[in-house]
């Protein structure tokens, strides 16, 4: 028992981490954020509500410039007052803000929080594990040399896990927003608009982005209505 002990410390270290991160962003969202109460978003919550045989869908805004849509760890669905502001200004539309309100309820409904302190906590442990063994060998570089090391590897990896919760919930979306009548276009047309909404041009190496890049994410919402006519 007493040999797990350097194997356990780190991944209870990371839990703690985690979770005390996950609790501390989850308050400041609240703490700063009001409910949805546009009509016209309000009659799409409610449709999806329908679709998933619930009461409602509540949806709060988180009051920050940056365009966004979250799902907190608690399971709360934020949209930033920067998208709402596209929406007043005619930049997005009532369907295409649903069809982020569907990705983020894809984040919770498939454990994807639960999914990423699973992999913080193992990718942490990792680190300290590796950082003990070559401090050993390697007195004062050793920390260093596998910090900077596994840091590239994990970091790797993470894209790759967050990329596929990505398309887990542009699917889970896909879904909701047809069985709701709300249909894909909206989200795909979503995709088309990312890059000049965020400031963000999406070029690079695909395995270091956290997010598919938009044209892939609409390819792949594509293959799915293929799959769902046949």
């Known amino acids: ?43 799409m919550t409610q449709k999806m509500a329908k679709a998933l045989d619930v009461a409602r869908i509540k949806v709060r805004i988180y009051e920050v ?33 649903a069809g982020v309100i569907a990705h983020e309820l894809g984040h919770v409904a498939l454990g994807h929080a639960r999914r990423r302190m699973i992999d913080f906590t193992g990718q942490n442990a990792l680190i300290v594990l590796a950082s003990t063994l070559l401090s ?14 596994l840091g590239m590897g994990t970091g790797v990896l993470a894209a790759r896990l967050s990329q596929r919760d990505e ?26 608009k ?18 598919p890049k938009p044209q892939d994410r609409i390819r792949a919402i594509a293959q799915l209505e293929e799959k769902w006519k046949r």
Do not use: C
Not at 177 to 185: H, I, P, W
């Open 167 to 192: 398309y887990e919930a542009d699917a889970y979306a896909a879904a909701l927003m047809v069985k709701a009548g709300l249909g894909t276009s909206a989200l795909k047309s979503l995709f088309e």
């Open 194 to 211: 990312l890059g000049d909404l965020t400031g963000q041009s999406h070029q690079g190496p695909a395995w270091s982005m956290s997010h």
């Open 65 to 97: 410039n940056p365009i966004n849509g979250l799902a907190a760890t608690d399971g709360q669905i934020f949209l930033t007052r920067g998208f709402l502001k596209a929406y007043v200004e005619g930049r997005v539309t009532a369907d295409e803000l």
């Open 136 to 149: 050993r060998f390697l007195p004062g570089i050793g920390l260093l040399i596998a910090r900077k090391l």
């Open 1 to 43: 028992m007493l040999k797990l002990i350097p194997l356990l410390l780190p991944i209870l270290y990371g839990m703690v981490i985690y979770h005390f991160s996950a609790w501390r962003t989850a308050k400041q969202l609240v703490r700063d954020s009001t409910e949805l109460a546009e009509p016209k978003l309000l009659a």
